[in-house]
């Protein structure tokens, strides 16, 4: 086998490029975007796709039982755990053909130069494509990394979606076991390290004018589904003081959650993203409304003192408006620091790469939080053009893509060479 060389080992860019452009057509829409959900024939075919292109990589490919694809390269040191790589390929709706599908597609791209240059590592490498990380028609999002790491309960198979199918009978459609459930657990001493490169999602690169983010820690995310109930009345007759609106004691609400945001509050974002009312007709007074509250920091304690203070302030609105609110925690995701080892490692090979780089939050949620309960875990970041996700004008620059792919790359042989082989 050849000796692994820094200075010359790259990905073949163009290669990238396209496969990223063959995956975002499966599932394209009409704007623009792509719907690929977890559990649909398009998620199917997008999976087929990466599983062909792992094993033209060179890797043993499988499903687990959780049905995330694995493709395994062995390592010249069995002894030694493996050092994975990943994300995910299912979308949002109408989203973009970069968040997740990236990420799975650079790791290939890695495994296949590793391979076609004859380069050893010492570590065995597995490249990983979670299932359903988007949390598809109503179900566990990162259903794949919770069930990688022993996360996942008898509720989580037995729910019913959103489409009203059985979560169960979903899993066994794309290639999972939902019997053997267990089997996709990995210990933590199968597991060195592990490595997700992805869009930033957001705008700090791209007005900083850097290629490279070095994620330090990823947001932890509680949701809250808070409830109004006031009294429904005629719109025309009831005098305003003896209304009990439920929507205006809503708007309160809503102005409550965006204070707990900075610099004011103790979280890092708080948003009211969903709202929905009843009788909802423009001639009655809203009887009832229920909001769906996100706040995300990535500090635990300050987003326990965020749901703390929102419940006091609740508190006093629900007086002043002589309603009823009630506040329920739906799922949520702890908050995780990315290990120090594995950010001086990326921040080492944007250097050798001469790729300038900056230390950042991730605020966005991603499978490596999970991954990171069982092994020690790092992010890449490229620019995203306007901080745009989740949306058709998701976009990064094809030479980002390539340097972020390189980076990767070359993290895994300065990780390699510096745990691997050092003793």
């Known amino acids: 086998m050849k000796t692994r060389s820094a200075q010359t080992l790259r990905v073949a860019g163009d290669r990238l490029v396209a496969n990223i452009r063959a995956l975002g057509a499966i599932g394209a829409t009409a704007g623009g975007g792509v719907t690929r959900l977890a559990f649909t024939a398009e998620d199917a075919r997008g999976r087929e796709l990466v599983r062909d292109l792992m094993t033209e990589a060179g890797l043993r490919t499988c499903v687990d039982s959780a049905a995330n694809i694995i493709g395994h390269r062995p390592g010249e040191r069995p002894d030694l755990p493996a050092l994975m790589l990943g994300s995910h390929i299912d979308t949002v709706p109408d989203g973009g053909a970069l968040d997740g599908a990236y990420g799975v597609l650079a790791a290939i791209e890695v495994a296949r130069a590793l391979n076609q240059h004859g380069t050893p590592l010492a570590h065995p490498l597995a490249v990983v494509a979670f299932n359903n990380e988007e949390g598809a028609f109503g179900t566990r999002g ?114 409550a959650v965006g204070g707990l945001a900075h610099p004011h509050g103790p979280v890092r974002v708080a948003t009211v993203g969903a709202l929905s009312l009843a ?116 976009h990064s620059a094809d030479d980002d893509l390539i340097a972020g792919a390189n980076v990767l790359l070359q993290s895994v042989l300065t990780y390699d060479e510096r745990y691997g082989r050092a003793f």
């Not at 729910?159 to 009978?169: F, I």
């Not at 939050?361 to 309960?373: L, T, V």
């Open 279 to 394: 009788p909802n007709a423009w001639n009655v007074v809203p009887g009832t409304v229920t909001l769906q509250v996100d706040l995300r920091d990535v500090s635990d304690a300050a987003t326990r003192q965020a749901i703390a203070r929102l419940r006091g302030e609740l508190l006093d609105i629900a007086m002043r408006t002589v309603t009823t609110i009630e506040v329920t925690d739906q799922h949520g995701v702890t908050a995780m620091s990315c290990d120090a080892g594995l950010r001086d490692v990326i921040a080492e090979a944007s250097e050798i790469l001469d790729l300038s780089h900056l230390s950042l939050p991730s605020g966005a949620g991603h499978d490596a939080q999970i991954i990171g309960r069982i092994a020690p875990m790092g992010m890449i970041f490229v620019p995203s053009k306007g901080g745009v996700s989740h949306a058709p004008e998701e």
């Open 142 to 255: 990162m259903w794949g990394a919770h069930a990688m790491v022993g996360a996942l309960d008898e509720a989580d198979l037995t729910a019913v979606d959103d489409r009203g199918r059985l979560v169960a009978d979903s899993l066994a459609d794309i290639g999972g076991d939902p019997a053997h459930l267990d089997r996709a657990v990995w210990r933590p001493d199968q597991v060195a390290a592990y490595l997700e490169l992805h869009i930033e999602q957001g705008p700090v690169l791209e007005s900083r004018d850097v290629r490279i983010g070095v994620v330090e820690a990823i947001t932890g995310r509680s949701t809250l589904t808070v409830s109004v109930r006031g009294k429904a009345s005629h719109a025309g007759t009831t005098p305003m003081e003896l209304r009990q609106d439920a929507l205006v004691a809503a708007a309160h609400v809503i102005l």
